[in-house]
């Protein structure tokens, strides 16, 4: 099956802890984002990435990191420098200006 | 201003009229916009994408673009219960390949 897989599902944080949502993708696009949506709000972009080895913050970076070491896998990690992590994190690859979106990760906070 | 800007709603229509769902954006270099569909607690869906002025048509859903008033809007057409979700407006940013997103419309479709 072609898609975007997110995992975990569900994740819960403790405080002071470094969590990393995992993002894989098998569609062969370059491009891949991360959102965040906070209860009745929009997508917020946190970083993304154009190309392997390569990738930009977006409107609200600060206490995430990124990495783009292979085309299909784009992880993040929620650092405990974030101090409201919980929200809905949401993983995306484009074609072009068309982007699709994975499942999803809900993160709480312990 | 927003970049991209919706009614949050919850916008009410009864079961078989037509929903009316707008959004306008502020930079007027944009050149794609889409609309994409979430239903409570799931990832968006794209359900539709216009490039250019006018009326684009894809079954009961219609996207409508004027770029010099700068907005766009999607028409659906024979409103079913099951498109009773949030409706998320989505704009290309030139020069980078990312979207900004609007914050989205609360749609119910009343039987």
């Known amino acids: 099956d072609g898609g975007i897989t997110q995992s975990p599902k569900y994740l819960f944080r403790k405080e002071g802890q470094n969590v990393t949502l995992s993002c894989e993708q098998n569609l062969n696009h370059d491009a891949m984002y991360w959102y965040r949506q906070d209860p009745g709000q929009g997508l917020r972009l946190i970083y993304y990435s154009q190309i392997v080895n390569d990738f930009q913050k977006g409107d609200i970076a600060e206490g995430y990191s990124v990495s783009r070491e292979k085309k299909e896998s784009f992880p993040l990690t929620v650092t405990s420098a974030q101090k409201n992590p919980t929200a809905f994190y949401l993983c995306?690859?484009?074609?072009?200006?068309?982007?699709?979106f994975g499942a999803g990760t809900r993160l709480s906070v312990l | 201003q927003k970049e991209v800007e919706q009614n949050s709603g919850p916008l009410s229509v009864p079961e078989g009229a037509i929903a009316s769902l707008n959004c306008t954006y502020s930079?007027?270099?944009?050149?794609?916009f889409f609309w994409y569909r979430q239903y409570s607690g799931k990832s968006p869906e794209l359900i539709m994408s216009?490039?250019?002025?006018g009326d684009k048509e894809d079954g009961r859903f219609t996207a409508q673009l004027n770029k010099a008033s700068q907005y766009v809007s999607l028409l659906i057409r024979d409103s079913q219960p099951s498109d009773s979700a949030t409706y998320l407006c989505a704009v290309n940013v030139k020069g980078a390949q990312k979207l900004v997103f609007g914050q989205g419309t609360r749609l119910t479709i009343n039987p």
């Open positions: 216009i490039y250019s002025n």
């Open positions: 930079d007027r270099v944009s050149q794609s």
């Open positions: 995306a690859s484009s074609f072009g200006n068309i982007q699709y």
